[in-house]
């Protein structure tokens, strides 16, 4: 068992709740940050500080006495949150501001070690438009062309990590997500990412009816569980490499495939309806080619099986709903 201290900075959001249940389990002691506790079970962190860490001073008190730092804390979305173009400057001040001041404070705080949570949407637009052939190779980045605010903040704040690591001597460790998936995710409320937002709505649609997808379809990318995704951060931050490299799948699908995958796991019969939406790239799939040679793993989870256990718990969480839905009804009637 180690005794070593962790903060997990975003440990009230989907996958930092998932990592501090994995770091406890592997024997640290946990402190998680955040605006807020996560949605859908307790935290079991050994203490947990609720606060903003745009605020240098929350910042601050929240990296004291800890040895190593996650950094997953971010102002994101799915495509209808990222992509409108309404939030951008909200995802770039909040977002750069968070790593300006974690990077800070705990380098003063004597922080040995970061793990910085980067994404795929810093690749560059143009590798990314054969929706077939995409290039997300680590070493295909520059020149920079990310397609929205969001890659440009990753972007920028993976340089700001590393020029850490280059001037301050503090250890870093960089991984690109791609496209995260699993239970206790955000579903629904405009957030939520393709898998939980497709989930939902096969979840509520009555058989024989018909669900909508933004765009033709047949754009593609890859979705990796959320467990793999933990099992990467672990094994990069034990590993002797920086970084960047990609957590995620290499399994492409289209758009279109992977309804018809949530379809099938429902077993019901629904046509599939394409509407003007945002969209991203045409293409993306993760390259693990350099996290097999640096950590010698890479995700290997098929689709099927993460997509089973997200519907599951979607598809419970949207009967509760209608369930509460009915017993309103009926109290108002009888009032």
Known sequence: MTSRRV????????????????????????RGADLKRPEYSESVADEFMVGDLCDPCFAKTAVARI???????????????????????????????????????????????FFYSSSACMYPEYNQLDPDNPKCSEDSAYPAAPDSEYGWEKLFSERLYMAYERNHGVEVRIARFHN????????????????????????????????????????????????????????????????????????????????????SIAGKSLSINHIPGPLGVRGRNS???????????????????????????????????????????LVAASA
Not at 21 to 27: A, I, V
Not at 290 to 313: F, N, V
Not at 314 to 321: E, L, P, R, T, Y
Request: charged residues 25%; negative net charge; proline residues 3%.
């Open 67 to 113: 040895d190593e730092v996650y950094q997953l804390a971010a102002d994101m979305g799915g495509a209808g949150y990222i992509f409108t173009g309404e939030h951008d400057a909200a995802v770039m001040h909040n977002s750069a501001t968070i790593n300006l001041n974690v990077l800070e404070a705990g380098r003063k705080a004597g922080v040995q070690k």
């Open 180 to 263: 995260i998936f699993g239970p206790e995710g955000t579903w629904t409320g405009g957030r939520e990412k393709a898998p939980a937002a497709i989930c939902r709505k096969v979840a509520e649609a009555i058989d024989g009816s018909s669900i909508d997808i933004w765009g033709d379809g047949r754009q593609t990318r890859s979705f990796l569980y959320i467990d793999e995704c933990i099992e990467g951060v672990r094994r990069l931050m034990d590993s002797d490499f920086t970084g960047p490299v990609n957590i995620g799948s290499e399994e492409m699908v289209t758009i279109n495939r992977l309804a018809e995958l949530v379809i």
């Open 287 to 329: 390259d693990n080619r350099l996290i097999r040679e640096k950590l010698g793993w890479a995700p290997s989870r098929p689709l099927r099986i993460g997509l089973e256990k997200t519907y599951d718990w979607i598809s419970g969480k949207v009967k509760a709903v209608e369930r509460n839905d009915v017993t309103e009804r």
């Open 7 to 30: 903060l997990v900075c975003g440990a009230g959001g989907f996958i930092g709740s998932h990592l501090v249940t994995r770091l406890k389990r592997d024997g640290f002691w946990v």
